[in-house]
């Protein structure tokens, strides 16, 4: 059985997935030794480039807060519709562009 079938991104739900460590409050908010979740590649890339670090550790710093939010939530609907093997292009959204 290979390993990245027992894997479960534990914000999207999918099975089968590569998963990275997310912590909740960003380890430059001052998170290093706080709580962490198990994220799929695409979903970690799209938390990210949809939040600053800082808006994160503020406003999203539980799964649950991360599922409810209407951005990611609109996200979840689409990432769970998708195979696990595509390789899925995650873009900064435009206010995170015109911040830079």
Same mark, same amino acid.
């Given at each position: 059985?290979?390993? &990245? #079938?027992?894997?479960?991104c534990e !914000?999207? #739900?999918?099975k089968?997935?590569? &998963? &990275?460590?997310?912590? *909740?409050?960003? /380890? @430059?908010e001052?998170?290093?030794?706080?709580?962490?979740v198990n %994220?799929c +590649?695409?979903?970690?890339?799209q938390?990210?480039? *949809?939040?600053s670090? =800082?808006? !994160?550790?503020l =406003? *999203?710093? &539980? %799964? @649950?807060? %991360?599922? /409810?939010? @209407?951005?990611?939530?609109?996200? !979840?609907?689409? +990432? /769970?519709k998708?195979n696990?093997?595509?390789i899925? =292009? +995650?873009?900064n959204?435009r #206010? =995170?562009r015109m911040? /830079?």
């Amino acid at each position: 059985m290979n390993l &990245t #079938e027992e894997k479960v991104c534990e !914000l999207c #739900e999918r099975k089968g997935v590569e &998963t &990275t460590v997310h912590h *909740l409050v960003p /380890k @430059e908010e001052g998170g290093r030794n706080m709580a962490t979740v198990n %994220l799929c +590649i695409p979903c970690h890339r799209q938390i990210h480039a *949809l939040y600053s670090n =800082r808006d !994160l550790g503020l =406003r *999203l710093n &539980t %799964l @649950e807060k %991360l599922k /409810k939010d @209407e951005k990611i939530s609109r996200y !979840l609907h689409w +990432i /769970k519709k998708q195979n696990n093997e595509n390789i899925i =292009r +995650i873009k900064n959204s435009r #206010e =995170r562009r015109m911040k /830079k």
